[in-house]
């Protein structure tokens, strides 16, 4: 059974740091895909960050720069640096971890993070 564990998440003001972490069970994690998610209240859940297969890294927009992803295989873990906070990157993030026989991959149960101004 896999199951994915987020934590890291908080109040911050804005311009501050956290980072998230996401740790993997149950799964082959040094073979996977693995990301970061995000859902906004009254949004659609929107891409973070995100190592493919191939391991080459992807960021929204928004968050290149300030957000860093990176992973330890040893820890089976992906982390989420998250810089210079902003109000709009308040949300609940959620990992996200793809094998090759299951491409839509496995879900944490989220880590709130909310930026005060």
């Known amino acids: 059974q896999v199951q994915l564990v987020e934590s890291g998440g908080g109040l911050v003001q804005a311009g501050e740091s956290l980072r998230l972490s996401c740790v993997a069970s149950g799964i082959a994690f040094s073979r996977s895909a693995a990301g970061w998610y995000r859902q906004a209240p009254g949004k659609q859940r929107e891409l973070v960050a995100d190592?493919?297969?191939?391991?080459?890294?992807t960021y929204a927009d928004s968050v290149k720069g300030r957000f860093t992803i990176s992973r330890d295989n040893a820890k089976n873990t992906v982390y989420l640096q998250m810089s210079s906070l902003k109000r709009e990157d308040t949300a609940k993030y959620y990992c996200?971890?793809?094998?090759?026989?299951?491409?839509?991959?496995?879900w944490g149960q989220g880590t709130q993070v909310t930026v005060s101004s």
């Open positions: 190592f493919s297969f191939g391991g080459r890294a």
């Open positions: 996200n971890v793809r094998s090759l026989s299951n491409s839509q991959g496995y």
